[in-house]
């Protein structure tokens, strides 16, 4: 019996390519368009401007993750449609995408919850969403950046006076780098647990501080990296001792450094929400 793949599967191959940023370059009045997960975009030079037009379905879902060319530029976009246009005095033929990380924290929540008993410690993988991002003519800032997948809005802190806009995404965790799949649009965090305390430690949900981590690429293991950080956790009544390492992940392997953190130096304070 002949088996019917959807679009997303068949785009899907075992071993995917998953590295869609780089360098595109660009004849005068060419467009380029691309399809990541969901989102479609489309860059064109002008003379003297760079157009940026794309579309996002007003629901998305995090295992979206392929992406590709779309060969007809032409394509009538569905609607709503975003159009930005950046003027300058010339455009020059090389346009840079990139991805980044989150501009704000990002709130994990575990599928199921996970334990760390007393004197015991551990590494648990987990992943958080990209950004993508525009670079002309040495701007040191991009000129548009935008999630491939809108995440949804987090309130994090003790009560609704206190505390942050995050955002939320729900994951699955690994304690081995191997069961965590690779995606194209989001990046790999190791969190080195430590409980010194005398009881078991709980947790339901956690804030990341992405902005004030770095972004790396690993070809060995086809994946964008962040920092590892580190948890040292002493009791109830004491704050976590939070770390970011100044190197890059052991199991990374060799890394090209891809963005540096949004917002070095960054707040780590209530990266957890609470302990039981």
Same mark, same amino acid.
């Given at each position: 019996? !002949?088996?019917?793949?959807?679009?997303? $599967?068949?785009?899907?191959?075992?071993?995917?390519?998953? &590295?869609?940023?780089?360098?595109?370059?660009?004849?005068?009045?060419? =467009?380029?368009?691309?399809?990541?997960?969901?989102?479609?975009?489309?860059?064109?030079?002008?003379?003297? $401007?760079?157009?940026?037009?794309?579309?996002?379905?007003?629901?998305?879902?995090? +295992?979206?993750?392929?992406?590709?060319?779309?060969?007809?530029?032409?394509?009538?976009?569905?609607?709503?449609?975003?159009?930005?246009? +950046?003027?300058?005095?010339?455009?020059?033929?090389?346009?840079?995408?990139?991805?980044?990380? !989150?501009?704000?924290?990002?709130?994990?929540?575990?599928?199921?919850?996970?334990?760390?008993?007393?004197?015991?410690?551990?590494?648990?993988y987990i992943s958080?969403?990209?950004?993508i991002s525009g670079?002309?003519?040495?701007?040191?800032?991009?000129?548009?950046?935008?999630?491939?997948?809108?995440?949804? *809005?987090?309130?994090?802190?003790?009560?609704?006076?206190?505390g942050d806009m995050?955002?939320?995404? =729900?994951?699955?965790?690994?304690?081995?780098? &191997? #069961? #965590?799949?690779?995606? !194209?649009?989001?990046?790999?965090?190791?969190? *080195?647990?430590?409980?010194?305390?005398?009881?078991?430690?709980?947790?339901?949900?956690?804030?990341?501080?992405?902005?004030?981590?770095?972004?790396?690429?690993?070809?060995?293991?086809?994946?964008?990296?962040?920092?590892?950080?580190?948890?040292?956790?002493?009791?109830?009544?004491?704050?976590?001792?939070? &770390?970011?390492?100044?190197?890059?992940?052991?199991?990374?392997?060799?890394?090209? +450094?891809?963005?540096?953190?949004?917002?070095?130096?960054? !707040?780590?304070?209530?990266?957890? *929400?609470?302990?039981?």
């Open positions: 019996m !002949a088996l019917l793949l959807t679009t997303n $599967e068949r785009l899907e191959p075992q071993f995917p390519n998953l &590295k869609w940023w780089g360098d595109q370059h660009f004849e005068l009045h060419q =467009s380029k368009a691309w399809q990541f997960g969901s989102m479609m975009l489309r860059l064109t030079r002008g003379l003297q $401007e760079w157009r940026l037009e794309y579309y996002r379905p007003q629901f998305q879902y995090d +295992y979206e993750q392929q992406w590709h060319s779309i060969q007809d530029v032409n394509f009538a976009f569905p609607q709503p449609v975003h159009v930005e246009r +950046y003027m300058f005095r010339e455009t020059h033929n090389t346009f840079q995408l990139l991805p980044r990380l !989150a501009d704000r924290s990002v709130v994990i929540r575990p599928v199921d919850p996970i334990y760390i008993p007393a004197g015991q410690r551990g590494t648990l958080t969403p990209l950004w670079y002309v003519q040495a701007q040191k800032e991009p000129l548009f950046d935008i999630p491939v997948i809108q995440p949804k *809005d987090t309130w994090f802190g003790p009560d609704h006076r206190t995050c955002y939320a995404t =729900s994951v699955d965790g690994r304690t081995e780098l &191997k #069961l #965590l799949r690779p995606r !194209a649009f989001r990046a790999v965090t190791p969190i *080195d647990f430590h409980n010194v305390s005398s009881h078991q430690l709980r947790f339901d949900r956690m804030n990341v501080p992405v902005p004030a981590l770095p972004l790396f690429y690993s070809e060995s293991t086809g994946r964008l990296w962040t920092s590892q950080i580190k948890v040292l956790y002493e009791g109830s009544d004491r704050p976590s001792r939070i &770390k970011i390492e100044n190197r890059t992940p052991p199991l990374a392997g060799e890394v090209v +450094y891809v963005h540096p953190p949004r917002a070095p130096g960054g !707040a780590l304070f209530n990266m957890f *929400d609470s302990f039981f």
